[in-house]
């Protein structure tokens, strides 16, 4: 428990540090750095908010996985087309909503911190499919920057087994030359 508090702890420094080192490109003064910086981490709030289950007597909140993708990953958008949300709509209960903003706030965090999210030429594609009843989701990053693959497992590695389980789904990682690709 001890170690997974320290792990999210510590990825909680690095979403703010990339929350900042986001504003800080686009900002001109100390002030607009700051507004900036609490937009995206008021997003990230609204993000957590929208994927708690709100129960009303019996019934459950379903969330549109569109809007929940775009909720987690509008604190990194620029609004210059780095972040591509695409798919059909589809909405999901609490209990799935849960586990794929979990898996999307650790690829987010991953990509701050390794990937595409740490260029600023760089673009995340997030797409889904649904065919015979299966729903696939591909994250796609595309980066200019040369990237360094850690081969280590961390907590991230596990929480992301542990959550592909609880879904009883696959899970897919490549990398290649010009970034990551991720299939579930």
Not at 88 to 113: D, I, Q
Not at 166 to 182: E, M, N, P
């Amino acid at each position: 428990l001890l170690r997974e508090m320290n792990h999210r702890v510590k990825n909680l420094f690095a979403v703010a540090n990339g929350v900042i080192a986001l504003s800080a490109r686009s900002a001109t003064t100390p002030k607009e750095l700051a507004l900036s910086a609490q937009a995206r981490l008021n997003a990230l709030s609204r993000a957590h908010e929208l994927i708690l289950p709100r129960h009303t007597g019996d019934e459950t909140r379903a969330v549109d996985l569109a809007e929940l993708v775009r909720m987690i990953l509008t604190p990194y958008d620029h609004g210059d087309q780095h972040v591509a949300v695409t798919g059909p709509g589809l909405e999901c209960g609490p209990s799935t909503s849960t586990s794929l903003a979990l898996l999307l706030h650790e690829f987010a965090t991953n990509s701050v911190k390794y990937g595409a999210l740490s260029d600023p030429e760089g673009q995340i594609s997030i797409s889904w499919e649904v065919r015979d009843d299966v729903i696939t989701v591909f994250w796609n990053e595309k980066s200019g920057m040369q990237r360094q693959t850690n081969n280590e497992k961390g907590f991230g590695s596990f929480l992301v087994e542990a959550t592909v389980r609880s879904l009883d789904a696959k899970f897919d990682q490549a990398w290649h030359g010009a970034g990551l690709s991720i299939q579930l």
